[in-house]
């Protein structure tokens, strides 16, 4: 038995151990809301995914002993804790842009209008607008809605990139549903729903962009697709480095399923 492929997930297995972190992940939320009022609405349910997706990278590492799939946690948190800085910005710009557009066409640049959220209104359950709750404004685009981003982009964009497009679809259809489900019951926080569901997507994008950068730069190692087989493979890369190898009259030992390079050997010598 190839030990070292046993210690890799194929995409069932993945699936399943996403379902059941997602399933514990929402149970363990919801009764730890003691203000919930009762078994909680459905939609309700769905404003704990950036819960369950953050809890995913410590289960999995937990139940599988990879060390890999933290960092998407990290990743959430990080589009969590940016989601204001990134608000500002944005305003920012916003703010230059209109007063630019204003001089160039002669009239009086307006003072830019400072952004007001309304209160919101919520059946006495966890609002979901934050990790906390109990939010009393609006606000362009929840935290919570750039951590799911941040932590589906990652995983998206790790797929394409070391496995192909193919191998993403199953996660690109996860994020359709799971975000689009979460901002239909998070819609009373948002201040404005299409642009807050459009910018949720590009925070994301662009946290998790960054730091898959920067995890594949300083330690590729640490990326989930280092472990997880797409198609039958590990890392494309090694799997390249074998076949070329195997050509030249090696006999290639099986990889750990860590992104590694595979190492040849000759003749009866082979393992």
Request: glycine content about 12%.
């Amino acid at each position: 038995m190839d030990t070292n492929a046993s210690a890799s997930l194929n995409w069932w297995q993945s699936i399943l151990l996403a379902a059941s972190s997602a399933l514990l992940g929402i149970l363990s939320v919801v009764m730890a809301q003691s203000n919930a009022g009762g078994p909680p609405k459905p939609q309700v349910l769905f404003r704990y995914v950036p819960h369950f997706l953050l809890l995913f990278g410590i289960l999995a590492d937990a139940f599988t002993y990879q060390g890999v799939y933290w960092t998407s946690t990290v990743v959430g948190l990080a589009g969590y804790f940016s989601t204001v800085p990134l608000n500002t910005i944005i305003d920012g710009i916003a703010g230059l842009l209109g007063s630019a557009y204003s001089r160039a066409s002669g009239a009086p640049a307006a003072p830019a209008a400072p952004r007001i959220g309304t209160a919101i209104t919520v059946d006495g359950s966890y609002d979901g607008c934050t990790f906390q709750g109990g939010t009393v404004e609006t606000m362009p685009v929840p935290p919570t809605l750039t951590a799911s981003s941040s932590v589906m982009w990652y995983f998206i964009i790790d797929s394409i990139d070391n496995h192909g497009f193919a191998s993403a679809l199953g996660s690109i259809f996860a994020f359709m549903a799971l975000y689009g489900a979460q901002v239909s019951s998070i819609k009373a926080c948002i201040t404005t729903f299409s642009s807050g569901a459009m910018w949720g997507l590009i925070y994301g994008l662009t946290v998790a962009g960054i730091l898959y950068s920067i995890i594949k730069s300083v330690n590729p190692q640490y990326l989930p697709s280092s472990v997880v087989n797409a198609g039958g493979s590990g890392n494309p890369a090694a799997a390249g480095a074998a076949a070329a190898a195997g050509a030249a009259g090696g006999a290639i030992t099986s990889t750990s399923g860590t992104g590694g390079t595979p190492t040849g050997c000759q003749g009866t010598s082979c393992p």
